[in-house]
């Protein structure tokens, strides 16, 4: 059971940076077709890595009924609790709100503007299996979400993104 690590960046972290530096919160969405799993994992890390210092959203393109359990219980092992998140559908706006659009499977479903960072996730769907199966993909985010810390506020770096490694 292997994820592909592949990760397309369509634009490059230059301008988000340089807006972070301007002293504008940096803001990335996560999508992922169910919002239940995998953008629901990294979202939390997102917020919990950063100190809140990036804004942070996550939608699916047909969002499921709730966030799936084992993800739910996978971060509860990292001392993140997601129980009150719920899937949230994709809109445009969240879109045009973001600086960088992370999708996790949604493909062409997620709407596309010019100037925005995309990076494509590929990642392994935990929809219907256990903990045990999801905690291998958990570990992939955390490792991508500490990555795009370091790259949007790189003057802090290392702060937060070294505990639990």
């Keep these: 059971m292997s994820t592909d690590s592949t990760t397309e960046t369509v634009t490059d972290s230059t301008t988000v940076a340089a807006e972070t530096e301007a002293g504008k919160k940096p803001s990335v969405l996560f999508v992922c077709v169910h919002n239940a799993g995998r953008s629901q994992m990294a979202a939390a890390y997102l917020q919990y890595l950063s100190e809140g210092r990036i804004e942070v959203l996550s939608a ?68 219907g299996k256990g903990v045990e199966s999801v905690r291998p993909i958990r570990d992939e985010i955390k490792g991508r979400i500490q990555q795009l810390i370091s790259e949007l506020l790189p003057a802090n770096a290392g702060t937060s993104t070294s505990a639990q490694a």
């Design 60 to 127: 699916g393109s047909q969002p499921a009924d709730q966030v799936n359990p084992a993800a739910v219980e996978a971060m509860k092992e990292e001392g993140i609790d997601i129980t009150a998140e719920t899937p949230k559908i994709l809109t445009t706006e969240a879109v045009k709100a973001s600086d960088v659009v992370v999708t996790m499977g949604c493909g062409d479903e997620c709407p596309y503007f010019p100037g925005k960072r995309y990076e494509d996730w590929v990642l392994e769907d935990p929809a």
